[in-house]
Structure formats: C-alpha cells, structure tokens
Nanobody, 122 residues
Framework: QVHLVESGGGLVQPEGSLRLSCAAS????????MGWYRQAPGKQRELVAT???????NYADSVKGRFTISRDNAKNTVYLQMNSLKPEDTAVYYC????????????????WGQGTQVTVSS
C-alpha cells in the first residue's frame, strides 16, 4: 500500500503565506511527476502546479509568481509554497504523485492525498 499524507493547510489572511507538504510512504520503487490540485466550493478540481523528476515546473496562470512547487526526493515529499494568498485561493488542496510500486510489473499509478483545507479570509 502507498499512502500520501498532506499537511500545512489552515486559515490565513489575504497576502499571507502558507506551505503545504505531502509525503508518500509505502512500497515505493520510484516517484515520477508530482503535482498539486485544488477544488473550490462549487467548482471542479483544477491543476495548480506540477513538477517533473527533472525539476521542470508548470503552474496555473492564476498562481504564477505567487506559488512555488518543489520536491525532496529523499523524503518522497512535494511542497507547495503559497505566497500573496488571495480569497480566491480558498479551496481544498490535493497532492498527487505518479508512483511506481515495488512489484514485478512496476506499473506507474496516480496516487492522491486526502486533501487539506486552505482558507484565505480576513
């Protein structure tokens, strides 16, 4: 079994900062791409940021210049540093990782964290 555990969510004021963490554990052979998604009330889940094994990143236009995704391969962890937060950033944030499990087939599979609530309000 592979599990992703998120932490770091909470209530922050506009223009504030928050750092989310997501750590994977289990029978992991390797982890490929990592990413963060979010789902605001009444909206569909959207991509926030991704990072490849080589460190290449991409961001949603709405968060460019404010959010930074990073990874620590030794810790099987992905981070999302969120600065200059806006009320419209309020959402449940989910991490996702493409993980190759320690099996004979070694087929990659997308795993998801449990979600963490981020609320930006004064």
């Amino acid at each position: 079994q592979v599990h992703l555990v998120e932490s770091g969510g909470g209530l922050v004021q506009p223009e504030g900062s928050l750092r989310l963490s997501c750590a994977a554990s289990g029978s992991i052979f390797s982890i490929d791409a990592m990413g963060w998604y979010r789902q605001a009330p009444g909206k569909q889940r959207e991509l926030v940021a991704t990072i490849t094994t080589g460190g290449s990143t991409n961001y949603a236009d709405s968060v460019k210049g404010r959010f930074t995704i990073s990874r620590d391969n030794a810790k099987n962890t992905v981070y999302l540093q969120m600065n200059s937060l806006k009320p419209e950033d309020t959402a449940v944030y989910y991490c996702s990782m493409k993980i190759v499990v320690l099996t004979r087939t070694r087929v990659p599979y997308d795993y998801w964290g449990q979600g963490t609530q981020v609320t930006v309000s004064s």
